[in-house]
């Protein structure tokens, strides 16, 4: 494995960070790879990716979650190179996982090892049927308080199937229409963030959806990204408590963050943005007491 450095901006403020009762789902990336093109990030990148540097940087990554959060892992599988991103594998909350329906054929290969490794873990399961595609935790996210759960639908995730995650956790559900190619699921463009805030790039959704987000969110809790940082995934930012681990973003944002009472740790993840991936993409949040 090279030796070149991968930077960790502040890495001083992990050892002063305390663990948290956070659990994470990840999956090493020994069979990453760009294969085929499934968003607009791809196009160009196939068998673009170094396996070498996706390693280190997702080792990073590893070790700054770690450091907040218990992580577990599920191996990954020949012919699924994006099972890395296992924010895609479905929804939990409460022990109960909405187990992902993908729209593109070349993800739908994950799905039974993802339940495989749900149901062992001794968490329920829920379908969700191939006709109403679902692309878990990747278009949907639940605010803070628990009181409402954001699901995108556009590229990928069709709004039929928000009706069937409104029944299953019984909870108030907002649509959120996403625009913009670029931003195919909703993590890309929007994050929930501790305190009652949250941090998204407003040119990813229509007008009635950002009524919605503004509904929500007075304007001393919005955190307005703009395109140079949309663009290199700062709202696919992983959130526990005060830290937030997210990719390289612009200094005027760290500070917007950092005047929040934020502790920000970034990792470069340049070989996933690649497939169209960074930081929160490659977790999925876990009910820590279903393990």
């Not at 494995?1 to 990840?26: E, H, V």
């Not at 990928?156 to 009706?163: E, M, Y």
């Not at 140079?228 to 992983?238: H, M, P, R, T, Y």
């Amino acid at each position: 494995m090279s030796t070149q450095p991968i930077d960790i901006t502040n890495p001083a403020i992990l050892a002063t960070i305390p663990s948290t009762s956070a659990t994470f789902l990840m999956c090493p990336p020994r069979l990453y790879d760009v294969n085929y093109v499934i968003n607009p990030w791809m196009a160009g990148n196939v068998h673009a990716s170094s396996r070498t540097r996706a390693a280190e940087q997702w080792q990073r990554l590893y070790e700054a979650v770690s450091t907040i959060a218990d992580v577990q892992l599920v191996e990954p599988q020949p012919g699924s190179p994006d099972m890395v991103f296992t924010a895609n594998a479905g929804l939990e909350r409460n022990g109960t996982v909405a187990i992902s329906s993908f729209f593109h054929p070349e993800r739908q290969g994950e799905e039974p090892h993802f339940r495989r490794w749900f149901e062992q873990a001794g968490y329920k399961v829920m379908d969700t049927p191939r006709a109403t595609p679902f692309e878990g935790e990747g278009d949907a996210l639940f605010s803070t308080d628990g009181t409402r759960l954001f699901v995108g639908y556009g590229p990928r995730t069709v709004p039929s199937s928000h009706q069937a995650l409104r029944k299953i956790w019984g909870i108030e559900v907002t649509s959120l229409h996403l625009i913009d190619p670029r931003f195919y699921h909703l993590d890309t463009c929007f994050a929930p963030l501790e305190g009652g805030y949250v941090m998204y790039f407003p040119e990813a959704f229509d007008r009635a959806s950002l009524d919605k987000i503004e509904a929500f969110y007075p304007l001393e809790k919005r955190i307005i990204v703009a395109e140079s940082d949309a663009v290199c995934f700062a709202c696919n930012a992983i959130n526990v408590d005060r830290t937030i681990i997210l990719n390289n973003i612009s200094s005027d944002l760290r500070s917007q963050l950092e005047s929040r009472g934020f502790d920000v740790i970034e990792v470069t993840l340049t070989e996933f943005l690649k497939a169209g991936g960074a930081a929160k993409c490659l977790v999925m949040k876990l009910s820590h007491a279903a393990l």
